[in-house]
């Protein structure tokens, strides 16, 4: 009887985690009897035959790295018929029986339009967006909240020591869960989300008030999502007068050694992708909810806008005084 392959692809924009659900997938892929292929450079593996055998062996040492091993990119060719076309050809010549995608929302519309065409697929989420319906939390979330507080956290004696507004810029792309989080673990002042527009004019005269209460410096925390961090801060500036500075922590919130939790997470999202698609439950995304490991299926999870936590900005505005 012949050996049952399946692919693993990370793909979209690294999160770290990624090499630790990797690892997962392949030793229990391979615990259950699977012969384990891993597509490089996301996508882009299916459509120019870059593929690598992974063994027990390929995968050690991996759990504490960043990045993806794989490497990863976006692959535009997966929106269309043709590219789509191309990778279930190659996935049938290489007589792959399914695929484990990890990656974020881009993976997980690629893996339904695949699904589509006969793929099996089971999604493993990854990003640091932390913007997937159907789990509370991503691989690389909460490595990427840390990171972004540490820089805060430094932000902070620069803006201390000058008396200074800062302006951070924090990514998430349309979305501000990650600036939310950071927000209220470094202590910051505000946080201007797309979900709930701003009252740049209310911000502006509570700045002023409370230099007048004695404040002397103040952080706020700006998602990528609502547009340009430099204009925002040029029009605080506008209003009050002050002296106000903008940070973009940019990609090194993207990188770096994977805090614990989020390795166990990612771990476990392996683990049960591979159990799940050997059981034949398939086309489906996996994730954490309420503590319980879960799955949703795919084209629910895509369909479906993870709800912002408002009652986090309450805490945050409530505690920033
Ligand atoms: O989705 C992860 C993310 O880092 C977003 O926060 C950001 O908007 C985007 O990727 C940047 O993408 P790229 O790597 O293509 O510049």
Do not use: W
């Not at 990528?224 to 430099?230: D, F, I, L, Q």
């Not at 476990?268 to 159990?275: L, R």
């Not at 795919?298 to 912002?308: G, P, S, W």
Request: hydrophobic content about 40%; aromatic content about 4%.
């Amino acid at each position: 009887m012949s050996v049952k392959k399946i692919g693993v692809i990370t793909s979209g924009g690294d999160a770290p985690g990624m090499n630790a659900a990797v690892r997962a997938v392949v030793r229990q892929g391979i615990c259950l009897g699977y012969e384990m292929i891993g597509v490089r450079r996301g996508f882009k593996g299916l459509l120019d035959d870059d593929f690598i055998t992974l063994t027990h062996r390929s995968v050690s040492g991996i759990i504490n790295i960043g990045g993806t091993i794989l490497h990863t990119g976006r692959c535009p060719e997966t929106k269309t018929a043709a590219g789509l076309n191309r990778a279930v050809k190659t996935i049938k010549e290489l007589c792959i029986s399914g695929l484990i995608i990890i990656g974020g929302d881009g993976s997980l519309a690629a893996g339904n339009a695949l699904s589509k065409h006969g793929v099996k697929v089971v999604n493993i989420p990854a990003s640091i967006d932390n913007d997937i319906f159907g789990t509370d939390e991503t691989i690389g979330y909460d490595t990427a909240l840390n990171t972004a507080v540490k820089a805060i956290d430094n932000i902070r004696d620069t803006a201390a020591s000058h008396d200074r507004i800062f302006v951070v810029e924090i990514m998430g792309r349309e979305h501000g869960f990650l600036t939310v989080d950071v927000g209220l673990a470094a202590g910051c002042e505000y946080i201007i989300v797309p979900e709930m527009k701003p009252n740049i004019k209310k911000i502006a005269e509570e700045l002023k008030e409370g230099k007048s209460r004695g404040k002397t410096s103040e952080i706020i925390a700006f998602a990528e999502g609502c547009g340009s961090s430099a204009e925002f801060a040029k029009d605080i500036t506008k209003l009050t007068g002050f002296d106000v500075r903008v940070s973009n922590l940019g990609y090194i919130q993207r990188g770096g050694t994977p805090t614990a939790r989020t390795r166990i997470l990612a771990s476990k999202f392996g683990h049960i992708a591979m159990d799940c698609f050997n059981k034949g439950k398939v086309n489906i995304l996996v994730g954490i909810k309420d503590g319980q490991l879960s799955t949703t299926p795919i084209d629910v999870a895509l369909k479906q806008t993870k709800k912002f936590d408002t009652q986090t900005v309450k805490v945050l505005t409530n505690l920033s005084v």
